[in-house]
Structures are given as C-alpha cells and as structure tokens.
T-cell receptor
Framework: EPEVTQTPSHQVTQMGQEVILRCVPI?????FYWYRQILGQKVEFLVS????????KSEIFDDQFSVERPDGSNFTLKIRSTKLEDSAMYFC?????????????FGSGTRLTVV | DAKTTQPNSMESNEEEPVHLPCNHS???????IHWYRQLPSQGPEYVIH???SNVNNRMASLAIAEDRKSSTLILHRATLRDAAVYYC??????????FGKGITLSVRP
C-alpha cells in the first residue's frame, strides 16, 4: 500500500537553529499538509499546499515556518529559528483530490525536540 | 468548522464488536464524515469516510443516521491492535481536518 514517508524520525536541535523536516507524499496525490501534535495534546493543522502554493495556513504557521515542494516529490517544512515550544511530533499528509472527499494518508511523523 | 462530539473513552473485549458513536448535529449538506485512528506513537491513520449512505471497508463499517446528525463506527471484531484514539471529523470544502480529542478505545484480552 502506498505510504507517506517522513525523515528524520527524530530530530534534536538547539533553540534558535533552523530545521528542515522532509516528507515524500504519495506520488499521484495533489494536496499536501503539515500537522503537529505537542505531547499529550490534539493534532493541530499547520498548512495545506496545492499547485505549488499555500492554500490555507493556521495561526501557528507564522513567519518562522515555510513549506516547499522543491523537486516534485519532496515536501518540506522549514522552521527558521526554533523555539522550545516547537517541540512536537510533526506529521505530513497527502490527499489524492478534493472531489469525492478522499481520505488523507499521514506519515509516521518526525519527533522534533528543541533543547 | 462543524464540530463533533464523542465520548472520552470506551472499553471492549477482544473479538467482540465495538460501536463508537459520534454526534454532529450541526453538519452541513456538503460535509463528509471521516474517521481516523491514532495508535500510540504513530501518525493518524485513515479508517473510513462517508456522506449519506452506510459504508464498509476492510477495516470497519460506518453507519450514518438518516438525518446525518450522528454516525457510528463499527469494528466487527476488536483485536488488541485496535486499541487507539479514534477521531470522528467532518470534512468540508476547505479540505483541512480539524482534530478533536477523539475517543480512546481500550481492548481487553
């Protein structure tokens, strides 16, 4: 069964450093998403991406965050200057299309620890 | 986003059916009902979704009330691997998923 692949599975970084989280969505999917989950809390929407641009972003997704699909297969989330409160699991998801309201496929996540 | 209401938790016995309820009284005509589950330390996993008619797949069945204000996810024979948090989410035209707290399902051997 096709999978969404995320790397690395665990990243430890120092406060103030830049991190890039990588995702390879399912190849024929058109819609891409990042979500995060702080330990013990709900899964939160960060951003959706379609046709090489952001289609929606949440209040969490401020100027410190950016997304990119650099080469038609990877989908990355960059955090420019990490803060302690950015420590969380980050999940990438992809979706084939909106018509028919297809289900999302999530990756297994990257655990980001900011120290 | 239209909201859903789920009990906090439910217990079941292994190999017995499980019915997980969800209320969504403010659902709009174009909202699909999605169910996802999250096993410990894993990402959410798609289970099933539907609009008006009941749906079956290899994982579960989704029973949707005639007025669409509630639905029930049915696991036909619970296994220990089904212990997870199950999320009932309404997905409309804006496409993003808004997760609530979900229902924590425990399965007794």
């Amino acid at each position: 069964e096709p999978e969404v692949t995320q790397t690395p599975s665990h990243q430890v970084t120092q406060m103030g450093q830049e991190v890039i989280l990588r995702c390879v969505p399912i190849s024929n999917h058109l819609y891409f998403y990042w979500y995060r989950q702080i330990l013990g809390q709900k899964v939160e929407f960060l951003v959706s991406f379609y046709n090489n641009e952001i289609s929606e972003k949440s209040e969490i997704f401020d100027d410190q965050f950016s997304v990119e699909r650099p080469d038609g297969s990877n989908f990355t989330l960059k955090i420019r200057s990490t803060k302690l409160e950015d420590s969380a699991m980050y999940f990438c998801a992809s979706r084939a299309r909106l018509q028919g309201n297809y289900g999302y496929t999530f990756g297994s996540g990257t655990r980001l620890t900011v120290v | 986003d239209a909201k859903t209401t789920q009990p906090n938790s439910m217990e079941s016995n292994e190999e017995e059916p499980v019915h997980l309820p969800c209320n969504h009284s403010t659902i709009s005509g174009t909202d699909y009902i999605h169910w996802y589950r999250q096993l410990p330390s894993q990402g959410p996993e798609y289970v099933i979704h539907g609009l008006t008619s009941n749906v079956n797949n290899r994982m579960a069945s989704l029973a949707i009330a005639e007025d669409r204000k509630s639905s029930t996810l049915i696991l036909h024979r619970a296994t220990l691997r089904d212990a997870a948090v199950y999320y009932c989410i309404l997905s409309g035209a804006n496409s993003k998923l808004t997760f609530g707290k979900g229902i924590t399902l425990s399965v007794r051997p």
